[in-house]
C-alpha cells in the first residue's frame, strides 16, 4: 500500500467535514507517522480508535480507522512471511471497515476513508482480488460526491480532483471504460486547465495511464 499518498488522500476527501466531527483529526498524524516506520505512533492510532470505541461502540469513523490499521498491519505481517496473521488481519480490517459503513453509509468521514484505502491497497492486487474491492471504493466515492452536492462547488480543486479521478481511474482498472470515460470527461469540464484535467486527457487518447499518473496530486507530486 503506498500508505504517505493514503493518508493525503484521505487528508483531502475529509476537508470539507466540519472540524468538531473529524475523527481524522486525533489519529491520522500518528498513523501517518506509524506506516512510515514509528511503531510507537501506530501504537497510540490504534489506542486513540480503541479508546473511542469504548466510549462509544457506537463510533463508526473510529472503527473505520481502527479497520484502516488492521489492513495496514495486514501488509506487515505478510512482508515478514506470516500469511496467516496477515489473512486475519486482512479480514478484520476489511470486516470492520465495511460495518463501519453500514452503520454510518451517510457520514463522509467514514465513505472517504475506506474508498481511499481500497483504491491504494488494491493496486497490487491480483485483478479477481481486487476487484470487488474497487467497486466498494468506487461507490464510496460517489456516495461522498453524492454528499457534498449543496457544497461542491465550493470546495477546493484537490478535494473534488481526488473523488473525481479516484471514480475514473478506479473505474478504468476494473473494465467500466463507459464509466471511467464519463468521470474523466467531467474532470476536463470541471478541473481544465488542472493536472487533473490533464491526465484525464491523456487517458481518454489512450485509455491508459502511467503508473507514475495514478496516485495522489498534490504539493508533493510533480504537476
Excluded at 61 to 88: C, P, R
Excluded at 195 to 219: D, I, N
Aim: glycine letters at 8%; charged letters at 25%; proline letters at 3%.
Amino acid at each position: 500500500m503506498r500508505t504517505s499518498t493514503l493518508v493525503l488522500v484521505i487528508g483531502c476527501l475529509l476537508a470539507g467535514i466540519a472540524v468538531a466531527q473529524r475523527f481524522d483529526n486525533k489519529v491520522r498524524d500518528d498513523f501517518f507517522a506509524g506506516v512510515s516506520g514509528d511503531k510507537q505512533a501506530l501504537q497510540r492510532a490504534m489506542k486513540t480508535c480503541e479508546d473511542a470505541l469504548k466510549e462509544d461502540s457506537g463510533n463508526s469513523q473510529a472503527l473505520v480507522w481502527h479497520g484502516t490499521i488492521l489492513y495496514f498491519e495486514s501488509g506487515q505481517a505478510f512482508q515478514n512471511g506470516d500469511s496467516q496473521k496477515g489473512m486475519e488481519l486482512y479480514q478484520r480490517g476489511l470486516k470492520e471497515m465495511e460495518s463501519a459503513v453500514a452503520a454510518a453509509p451517510d457520514d463522509i468521514g467514514v465513505r472517504a476513508p475506506r474508498g481511499a484505502v481500497l483504491l491504494t491497497g488494491t493496486r497490487n492486487m491480483p485483478p479477481e482480488m481486487a476487484r470487488p474491492l474497487i467497486l466498494k471504493a468506487v461507490a464510496d466515492y460517489e456516495h461522498t460526491i453524492d454528499l457534498e452536492a449543496a457544497y461542491w462547488s465550493s470546495l477546493d480543486t484537490h478535494s473534488r480532483g481526488e473523488l473525481l479521478f479516484g471514480i475514473a481511474e478506479g473505474s478504468s482498472r476494473i473494465g467500466d471504460q463507459e464509466k471511467a470515460t464519463a468521470y474523466f470527461e467531467r474532470i476536463g469540464k470541471e478541473l481544465p486547465e488542472t493536472v487533473y484535467a490533464k491526465r484525464a486527457a491523456t487517458w481518454l487518447e489512450t485509455k491508459s495511464l502511467p503508473a507514475s499518473q495514478t496516485g495522489c496530486v498534490g504539493c508533493h507530486t510533480e504537476k
